[in-house]
């Protein structure tokens, strides 16, 4: 029975880490992007996280940084003012995030005209979706 | 029980057939039953309609249904029961009314052993008020909260008419009872009789001078077979009628779409909820969405906009698509601004709207199960009991 359920666990942690890889791709792909965007060659984790984390007077009161509503704990869900739940944004905690490149866009579009009161730069959603994926 | 007066043994002295004589059974065991019954489930209609809030209509519903089926066992019983119990036997005409009246200011009026010609108006007032106020209840409860043997038929208007009418009912019963009540005391103290324990175990005393009632045997089966009839085939109906689809309800699950870009950050709010006008007002400033930048892309928007409207309050005949249809002013397309909504959850307090459960106002569907569906039945409330963050 222990070897069987240990073979499950195997599997499973096989099939997620393959899910992963083939989730990496787009992502890889929306990165990319936005590096040629900015003229840059690599994120700065960093800076993402400084953006992320931080409080910003710019954009709409309700909502003074991204972690309003994202919360301080990205592995953990969310909850909109709403009161929905908001999946995870650490692609540790959820392997989804940053491979769909409209949704990536349409977030990012809106969520920071509601936090900094304007567009995003490349540079500045690369250096996110970096810190993001290295949590 | 039967107790012989000295009155009808020294008269007589034949005390075993006087025995049987002097104490008469005047409200038969359906009378009684039926009586306390009534008592019950009207008590338990009035509370629960005057006092309890929505939470409590499946209760007052059960009791109204009770009460017309009450009402019309006694009805049934009215026509086949014995010589107390039938209509016929106490339901007098106005001119024996008025001669009962004089009599009583004259002193000269005697006992009637059952009802007298004044009590077998009240009766009779009582039983039509009920069967009244069960009929405006369910029209009521049909045309507003679409469910029930109406709901198929009634309107909102209808439904709201004769919620009025149902409330006038009810008070017209209040006044009915309390005017029972005090004829009844007064009838005890004029003829020196316990009504109350009469109605309990049945029995009065026969004394001479009492009104006579004509004899007339009860058929019991006769009366429990059309009774069967009645209210079985009452049953059936109200059951058939009830499972038929309700007027103005929306069927159509939600646009995918729409669930999908509107459910990302709120309860999807169904179309029918706000007016069309509201609807294109809100599309129409995506940006500053409640505080938040909610920007679609201009094909999203168009084709979003065109289910919403197309779907929107005026298209359904719910009892939110109605009442939503009057906006805030100053607030043309938050359904919370609305003096509707914000009277329907005045008892809420704002704990629950802040309890992780709930997390804000709009959250719908934290407390009504069907909000999806827009239907907003107040059966399906369910309000989340742990309040503590």
Known sequence: MMHKRKLAVLAAIAALAGATAVMAGPR???????????????????????????????????????????????????KTRAGKVIEPMAVSANPQRFTDPAKVEKWFGRNCRSVLGRECSAKEKGDVITWLSSL | MATTTTHDTQEHGMAAADAARASVKVWDPFVRLFHWSLVAVVATAALTGFFAGASWLQVHVWAGTAMAALVVARVVWGFTGGSYARFSAFIRGPRQVISHLRGIVDGTE????????????????????????????????????????????????????????HSLLAWGLVLLVALHVAGAVFEG?????????????????????????????????????????????????????????????????????????????????????????????????????????????????????????????????????????????????????????????????????????????????????????????????????????
Request: net charge neutral.
């Open chain 1, 28 to 78: 890889d792909d929306i990165l990319a992007g936005y590096a040629a965007e900015a003229g840059v060659t690599a994120f700065d984790a960093a800076a993402g996280k400084a953006l992320f984390t931080g409080t910003h007077t710019g954009g709409k009161p309700e909502t003074p940084s991204c972690t309003t509503c994202h919360t301080g704990n990205l592995t953990g869900p969310g």
């Open chain 2, 110 to 165: 005697g006992r009637h052993i059952g009802h007298n010609p004044l009590g077998a108006l009240m009766i009779v007032a009582l039983l039509a008020t009920a069967a009244l106020l069960a009929l405006t209840g369910a029209v009521a409860l049909g045309g507003m909260f679409k469910f029930g043997p109406f709901a198929f038929l009634a309107d909102f208007a209808s439904g709201r008419l004769a919620r009025e009418l």
């Open chain 2, 189 to 389: 103290w004029r003829t020196r009789d316990n009504l109350m324990r009469a109605m309990v175990t049945g029995a009065k005393q026969r004394r001479p001078g009492d009104y006579p009632a004509p004899r007339l045997a009860a058929r019991p089966m006769l009366g429990l077979a059309v009774g069967v009839v009645f209210l079985g085939g009452g049953a059936a109906s109200v059951s058939t009628l009830a499972s038929r689809p309700p007027l103005g309800v929306p069927t159509a699950p939600l646009d995918a779409v729409y669930a999908d870009e509107c459910g990302a950050c709120h309860t999807a709010y169904h179309p029918s909820l706000l007016p069309a006008a509201s609807w294109r007002a809100l599309f129409a400033n995506l940006g500053d969405h409640f505080g938040e930048d909610a920007t679609l892309p201009p094909e999203t928007v168009a084709k979003l906009e065109a289910y919403v409207t197309a779907n929107a309050a005026e298209d359904f005949d719910t009892l939110p698509a109605n009442a939503f249809r009057r906006t805030a002013a100053d607030a043309p397309y938050q359904i919370t601004a609305t003096r509707f909504w914000k009277w329907m959850h005045a008892g809420i307090s704002d704990a629950v709207f802040k309890s992780p459960a709930v997390g804000a106002r709009g959250n719908c569907a934290a407390c009504h199960r069907d909000a999806a569906t827009g239907r907003f039945d107040p059966r399906r409330i369910d309000i989340p009991q742990e309040i503590t963050r």
